[in-house]
């Protein structure tokens, strides 16, 4: 694991997920978690990249 990478994008998922827990009416926070998927789509795509571009 790359931990550049993953508190790259760590620290500003966490902020956009309390955020939108918070802000959300109550019946839809389950769509703040979409954030947690999307770092980590966004986490395994960027070391993928690295990894091709080193070959």
């Known amino acids: ?3 550049r990478k993953y508190f790259t994008l760590f620290i500003p998922t966490v902020i956009i997920l309390i955020a939108l827990f918070f802000m959300l009416p109550e019946d ?3 769509y703040a978690f979409i954030v ?3 770092f ?3 986490y395994y ?3 993928w990249i690295d990894k091709k ?3």
């Open 36 to 38: 947690v998927v999307l």
């Open 28 to 30: 839809n926070v389950l």
């Open 1 to 3: 694991m790359d931990k």
């Open 53 to 55: 571009k080193d070959k």
């Open 45 to 47: 795509t960027w070391v």
């Open 40 to 42: 980590w789509i966004t």
